[in-house]
C-alpha cells in the first residue's frame, strides 16, 4: 500500500539560494546524483534539512547524508572537490549511524580555508532517493539556515518488499580502484546510475564489506579509498553484462580522470612515485631475482539456496571429512614441526562447535552446505580481523584459507597446477598457509604480498621453506605486470622493479655468505655469549611451548627470558585447569634445567587479545585499554590461580615472575601481595624472584622508583616502541617507522638500564629488537645484561656477542643516543655489521 506525504526540507545554511545549473560540476548541474538546489553559504555550520539518521558521513567530513524515516534521503556536500582536502577544515559534529533533529548542527566548517584551498564553496543539498519537490523560496533569496526551502513529495511503501534476485552469484575479477579519493560523491554516483540500468542486483565489495552498487550512499558508505582492491558480484538473467560494464567503468574511474589507463592498478604511492623500488615488511629474510608472477584465485560460484537440507548436511559433513584428511597428509609430509603444527591448526578449526553450529543452523534454514559453510567461516573471520588483535587476525586469514579447502571439496572444484617461470617472484593480495605450503620451491624464488604481517603463519611457512619473502606491500605491488624482472631484497623490505646488476651479483654473494655463516654460527652455538674483552651477557630464548623450550636448549639458549604463558589460555572455552598448567609448567621447568632461568610471564591477555571464557567489555583502542596485568588484577582469581602453579611446578631457586604492561607501582605491589599470599599457602617461605616488563614508557620513566622493588626488568621492545612513537605495532602503513631502533626507545632503554644497576637489579631486553643481530652492540653497549631471543637466531645472537668488543660498543652506544631517528641509527650501524646470519633455521 502506498501513502502520500508532505515534507519540509529546511535551509541547511545561511546564504544565497541558487539553481543547481549555476553548479559549475555537469554531475551536478545535470542532476545525476538527484534534484535539489545549491546554497553559496553565508554561515559556517551546516545544519540537517530534516530529521533522520546519518546514512553516511564522509571521513573527510566535507560530505554528509541523512534518511528520514520515509525512505527519503539527502545529501549535503559542501563545496565542489573539497574531498582534496583530506578532512582540513571540517568538524564533524555528529556520527554515522546517529539520529538526528531538523535544524541540528551537523559539520562545522571554515569557509575561508574552503574558499581559498577548493574549487568552489558552493554547497549543495540533493535529494538522492529521488522524490519530486516544490522550491518554498526564489532563486537569488537570501536565506536563514532553519527556514523551509523545499516541499518534499513522499510516497511511503507499505509491505513492498522489493523482489530479491535469487539465484547463483557471479563475480567479477578484484580491481583497484584509481579515483584519487575512492569513490566519493561524483563517481560513486556513476557508478549508482549506471548500475540501476541492469536488472540484476549487484553489490559492490571492499575487504569483507559490501554495499548496492546501485545506492550511491551505501556506495560512498563503503568509504573507499585511492588503491583499495574492490570486486563486484551480480545475480540475475543480466548479471554478467551487468559486471563487465560496471567494471570497465570502475576501471576508468567512473567519470573522473584518473592516471593512464592502460595501468589498472594505482600509481604508485607520492613517497615511492620517483623511485623504482616498492617498499614492505620483511616477512621472510634473504633475497631473490626474479620475474613477477601475479597469483590470483578465481571466485566460486555458489548457490545460496538448497532444497534438500538433509543431503546438504551430509555434504558438508563430506567435505569436512575429506579436508581433514587432505590436513593430515600436510601434516604427515611437513619438512618442519612449525609447519605441521599450522595444519594441526586447520584441524582444530575444522572441529570448532561455534563454526559448525553456525553452518548447520544456517543448512536447516534452507542454505546450500556451500553457502552456509562459506558464510560461517567468513563472518567469523570478520569477527576475528575485527577485534584490533594482531594474532586473531592472523588466524582469520587461516580460516579463510581452511574455508577455501572444504569449499573446494564440496563444489569439486580442483586447483590446477600453476605453469609458474623458473625464478618465480609470486605476487598476491594474501598468500595463504596451505597455498605457501605447496610451493615449488625449484620454480619459486621469492613472494611479495600486498597485505599479510611479519608474524603470519605465512611468514612461519616461508622462513621455514628458506623463501625470501616481503608483506604488507601495498596494492600497488597487484600492478606489477607479469614477467617484469625484479629483485626482492627482503631484508631490506624491498622490491627493486629495476634492479641493478651490481646489486643482484652483490646479494648474491651475500646470500652465500649468510648460509656459510649460519652452518658455522650452528656449530659454536653451545659455547658462551662473551665478548672478544671478556664481558658476559645471557642469551636466553622467547618461548610459547614445551616444543620451543626443547628446541631452544638444543641451540645453546642459557634459559628462558620470557616464557609467554599466555598460549596455555588462548582458542580455547575455558581457564586451564590448575592441574594442567602444572603439568606444563613443570615439563618446561625440566627442560630448561636448574643451571639456568626460566622467566614466566604472568597472563598478557586482554582488549587485544580477548579470552572466550572471560566476558570483557568491547575496546575501542584495546592496545590502550584493559591488558596484560591490568586485567589481570580486575580478576585477580584468574592470576592467583596461575601464580599457585607457577609456584607448585618449578625450582624456586631459577624460577622467575615478570609481570607484563606494568605501568603503576600499585600494580606491581598488589601482584606481588597476591604472589605472597598463594606462596603462604602453599607453605613456600622464601619466594621466588618477581620483576616486571619494561613496556610502558611510563615504567621506563620511573624505572629508578621500580628498581628497588622488584629483581628485574626485562624490557619488551615491542610495545615500548608501539607506546613511545604513538605508532600501532601492526600497523601495515607505519611498519617502516615503528622501529625499535628509534632514538627516542634506545634512551628509555638506557635509563631503564642505569637505574636498574644502581640498585643491583639486572636488566634483559625480550622484544624483537633483540634478536636483531645489527642491535647487539648497541644494546650490550647500554649495558644490558639478557637478551631474550626468538629461538632459531639463538646461534646467530651468541656468534654476534662474540665477535665484539664490549669497551666499544660502549661508546657506540652512547653515539647513537645523540642520533635523530631509528634510519640514522641504522645506516649507523650497519657499516659494523660482518655479513651475519639473518636465516632462522
Ligand atoms: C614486547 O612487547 O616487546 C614483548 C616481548 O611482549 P609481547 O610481544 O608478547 O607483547
Ligand atoms: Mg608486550
Redesign the pocket.
Known sequence: MVTSQQLQLLAPLSGVLMALENMPDPVFSSRLIGDGLCIDPTSQVLCAPLAGVISNLQHTGHAISITAASGAQVLLHIGLDTVNLGGKGFTPLVEEGQQVAAGQALIEFDADFIALNARSLLTLMLVVSGESFVPLVQEGDLVESGQPLLALHVEVETQVMAEQQTGAAQCSAPQILPNPNGLHARPAAVLAQAAKGFAATILLHKQDASANAKSLVAIMALQTVYGDRVYLSAVGADAGPALKVLSELLASGCGETVADEEVQAPPVLPEQAAADVLRGVCASPGSAFGQVFQLSENALQIDELATDSSQENLRLKQGLTEATTALQVLCDNAASKAQADIFKAHQELLEDPGLLEQAFALIEQGKSAAFAWQSATQETATLFKGLGNRLLAERALDLQDVGQRVLKLMLGVQDSPLELPENAILIAEQLTPSQTAALDTCKVAGFATAGGGATSHVAILARALGLPAICAMGPQVLALANSTQVLLDADSGVLHLQPDPERIKQLDTQREQQRQRQQQDLQHAALAACTRDGQQIEVSA?IASLAEAEQAVSLGAQGVG?L?SEFLYLERNNAPSHDEQVATYSAIARTVGTGHNLVVRTL?VGGDKPLAYVPMDHETNPFLGMRGIRLCLERPQLLREQLSAILASADLTRLHIML?MVTQLSELRMAGQLLEEQAQALGIKTLPKLGI?I?VPAAALMADLFAPEVDFFSI?????TQYTLAMDRDHPRLAGQADSFHPAVLRLIASTVKAAHAHGKWVGV???LASETLAVPVLLGLGVDELSVSVPLIPAIKARVRELDFAACQTLAQQMLGLESAEQVRTALKPLQQPLTVLEY
Not at 619488551?716 to 615500548?720: A, F, I, V, Y
Open positions: 622467547n620470557l609467554r598478557d607484563p616488563m613496556e619488551g621492545t615491542n610495545d615500548l625480550c622484544g624483537a
